[in-house]
């Protein structure tokens, strides 16, 4: 009670008393006849102290009551400035609609949003500032205020005039007046940053989920924290089977352990690695991937995260190898090629060297080929030149290599020869094989083959191309000497390698 009266004696600086007395002293100051009569003369001491001291009084209440209003007026000022701090210049925009969604009051940092000046922007509608594509939702949104009467919220667009639209958090409440007028209290909220980065996460998210190749978040240590969809269709591993797990439950077993030491210590110092390597599936298959890793650090530098995106090469892998394998064998006959007979010469020629042992060349012409193409047809002269193929290559000893060189025109190395007769029973076994009949419908075909042959080392330094210059060339003597038989190029001059087979 004390504190009640006291905090009501400051507010009201004269009390009835005070204010009594106050007016006494005032009244008996004028009521003082001038001049003083004898009697009066004698008591001017006392009524002057009297009045003197009440009016010492008075001055006091004036004072206390100039203080009074000064504080009242610093009050004052500081709650204007509390209201223009706090409302004015709020980071919110806060205004007030009619229930016909007219603005009634707003604050400066609404008008900032939308670009006007406070006074221009009383008793213009709302949704003016709605972008087109969001005023249904406004419009909904301010009936269901009207009739709910419940605080709600709801995100639009708005836009300056003439200006790029921006996100805008409304929450708002219906506020019914003494007068049964309802007013719409809002607030908004500039939410484009956070939208633009909701949107970037999304983007994100959805690139992650979507993308082709599969994705792996380890942290630091290395340990599966988020895996794609791709991942699983590659791996055959579901999410739930890897988090927490280490990748190295995908090793295949087919690199070293060089090879993963290498790798981290190239992430370990740049960051990144990229490569092929071999990866297990689920099942147990092993299948090639491109991978590429990132370390993602953090703001002191320190590993957070690795991220690694990887994608299955089999395709690819497997559309190289039928180029090699282009570049390499007869397409028809699956036989090595010119090229790749080059290759292999080449080492058969230095493993020879090294050896002391022979290797022999043998190019191999088929006789009356051109007659089956001419007479059956391209489908039958191609039967024609598999089954040859097969039937020479079964005569073959494993290490020796038969090669397609031409239409119908094949060359044949033989290695490991201890000398030129060790050859000769191979040569027999080739002209039968070529000679084995082709039973084509209600047609069989023969063909029969002429041989040329040549040896390596000779007496002088040759190439790999002149040992096949040197066997087509005895090749073209068997064809002089009546086909179906071989000949030896003239660098062997022993003529009891010359021969044929008659039939």
Known sequence: M???KTESARSQPFSEEKLSRSQSAETRLAAMPVPLTAEQETQVPLAVQQLLHDL??????????????????????????????????????YCTLNAEGQINQANLTMANLLGQMRDSLIAQPFGQFVVAQDQDIFYFFRQKLLESGESLSCDVRMAQTGSKWFWVHLAALAVPGDDGVTTLRMVLSDITERKQTEEKLLLAASVFEHAGEGIMVTDAKGNIVEVNEAFTLITGYSRAEVLGRSPRMLKSGRHSADFYEAMYAELASSGYWSGELWNRHKNGEVYPELLAITAVRGPEGE??????LFSDITVLKLHQQRLE??????LL?????????????QQAMALTRRSGLLLAVVYVDLDGFKAINDLYGHVAGDQM????SMQMRDALREGDTLARIGNDEF??????????????????????????????????????????VTFYPQAQSIEA???????????????????????????????????????
Request: aromatic share 6%.
């Open 465 to 503: 191309d002149q040992l096949l210059r040197q066997a087509d060339q005895a090749t073209y003597q068997a064809k002089q000497a009546g086909k179906n038989c071989y000949r030896v190029f003239d660098a062997v001059p022993d003529s009891s390698l010359q021969g044929s087979l008659n039939t």
């Open 385 to 388: 030149l598999i089954a040859v």
């Open 325 to 330: 394998r282009m570049a390499y064998f007869d």
């Open 333 to 345: 006959t699956g036989l090595p090629n010119r090229v790749l007979l080059a290759d292999r010469l």
């Open 411 to 452: 060359a044949v190395l033989l290695v490991g020869l201890e000398s030129a007769q060790t050859c000769l029973p191979l040569l027999e076994r080739l002209m039968a094989a070529v000679a084995q009949p082709l039973v084509n419908g209600d047609q069989t075909l023969c063909v029969t083959a002429s041989l040329g």
């Open 303 to 308: 590993v957070q995260r690795y991220v690694g």
């Open 56 to 93: 010492q009084a008075r001055q006091r209440e004036l004072e206390l009551q100039n203080d009074e209003l000064r504080r009242a007026q610093s009050a004052n000022n500081t709650a204007r400035a509390h209201y223009f701090d706090f409302y004015d210049l709020a980071p919110v925009g």
């Open 2 to 4: 004390t504190e009640t």
